[in-house]
């Protein structure tokens, strides 16, 4: 189910005659990196064997520089399905309207650790950018609430984490480059609005 935020974006998206709902794919779970490989194998796809394996690089070093430990992603559960809140089911566009949260140090590392031709629907340097205006007050957030996998204090790293596991396996499982915008300010709209010419383009 959309944030508020979220749905607000989606809201002024349908005014516009663009039709975004939330889903959940087999590839995006709780195991990980080790599920987009677990899922990858079992597809049969040639297609998918290069550039499954060259976003399970990086997605590896990233896990593993923000303290993740692997032994859980092997543990967790196959079915457990991350929600992935707005999709444009016709292209099967992922869309990320990310709130202020998003934008730490630990995701300004894992954005580090992108290799330089990344398919993604964002700008990466702009990003890394807010990344860094915000992480001051943004990294002292959720300090005291544990992450499977990341421990006390683990939560920004573990949003970090799944954030470049959505970036770089979708495109990896034959989707459009993710396209993220930002809403730091928590206007959904405003978001919209913002991002409206690139996203129409973007999706055709």
């Known amino acids: 189910m959309p944030g508020k935020v979220q749905l607000a974006f989606a809201q002024a998206a349908a005014a516009d005659g663009v039709a975004l709902g939330s889903q959940t794919f087999d590839w995006f779970c709780e195991q990980g990196h080790v599920g987009l490989e677990r899922v990858a194998k079992a597809r049969r796809d040639p297609a998918l064997v290069a550039p499954v394996l060259a976003a ?19 543990a967790a559960r196959e079915n457990l399905l991350l929600p992935v809140e707005l999709v444009h089911e016709p292209s099967g566009t992922v869309i990320e309207v ?9 995701r ?3 954005l580090e650790l992108y290799p330089g031709d990344a398919a993604v629907g964002f700008d990466v340097d702009e990003y890394e950018a807010l990344c860094r205006v915000w992480c001051a007050r943004t990294d002292a957030l959720s300090r005291g609430l544990p992450a499977k996998g990341f421990g006390f204090g683990g939560v920004h790293r573990e949003r970090a984490y799944r954030d470049a596991l959505l970036d770089l396996a979708a495109p990896a499982m034959g989707h459009p480059p993710v396209v993220r915008i930002a809403a730091v300010d928590g206007d959904g709209g405003a978001a919209y609005r913002r991002g409206r010419a690139a996203l129409l383009a973007l999706l055709g």
């Open 98 to 106: 990310d709130e202020s949260v998003h934008f730490t140090s630990s």
């Open 108 to 110: 300004l590392a894992a």
């Open 56 to 74: 399970l690089a990086p997605l590896a070093a990233i896990y593993g520089h923000l303290k993740g430990d692997v032994s859980v992603l092997h």
